[in-house]
């Protein structure tokens, strides 16, 4: 096996012994658990690890491993996925006006504090094409209307298909995602918005948050589903603020932190941080990778 580190996600129903049963599995093969993390959901009973292995001297194929693996997976009610360290996962980003999660993306990406393959960056407006040409990244321009939203759509899959994307980031995409869209590519679509929803919704929803006082600014990163904006959440934060604050004084403070949200949940995904469950997203901690 090329790849040293391997990661293996797993949730089943919790039940006595698995513990014992998965970290043998892998001590047989040979391997060396570098970390076992572990939470047990006791109101659904249910059973989530994340284990992270180092195959440095096994002589076990990727085939192998996972054919083996199965056979102690399927009488356990496994629900799993296994990533090779030597596998950078392929991501689009899609964006319409707004510049600044795309920049901080891309800046990310391009300094290795993400560790993927930015393949395009997908929009329904041309805005922003400068900033993906700064960084040698292909930029799509695909326009949409109410009348053409599925024909658009069709387009972007095919882009996406083309290019085997594992991850597509919507970087303030101003477009509703059909639900035919968002179940095709199910729990591999990350958006970010602001924390006011559902209470400012719309348009100008720093104006009317002004207009309310409001003492919090946050921004929440979750992946998308058909509800929109209730999809299960990686991500949150806020920044207290004052009366004093004007409503451009809000937006700014919402960019930033929309920035460093969408940010880290990207990486959590990246890094295979997360399991999801129903419409919670069970998030483990870096483990000193």
Known sequence: MKSQIVTFLI????QKGLVAKITSFFYKKGFNILSCQQYVNSVEDMYFMRIR???EGTNISKEQ???SFLELAKPLQFKWSVN???EKKNVAIMVSHTSHNLYDLLER???GRLNCNVKMVISNHNKLRHIAEMFNVPYYHLPVTKETKSEQEEQVKQLLDANEIDLVVMARY????SSDFINYYKDRIINIHHSFLPAFQGANPYKRAYERGVKLIGAT?????EDLDEGPIIEQDVKPVTHESTTQTLKRIGADIEKLVLARAVKCHLNNQIIVSGNRAIVFPESGE
Do not use: F, R
Request: net charge negative.
């Open 84 to 86: 090779y360290g030597d």
């Open 11 to 14: 949730k089943c129903p919790d």
């Open 65 to 67: 491993l996972e054919e």
């Open 221 to 225: 990163a979750h992946y998308a589903t």
């Open 109 to 111: 990406s391009n300094e």
């Open 174 to 177: 101003m477009q509703i995602l």
């Open 53 to 55: 292995l180092n195959a």
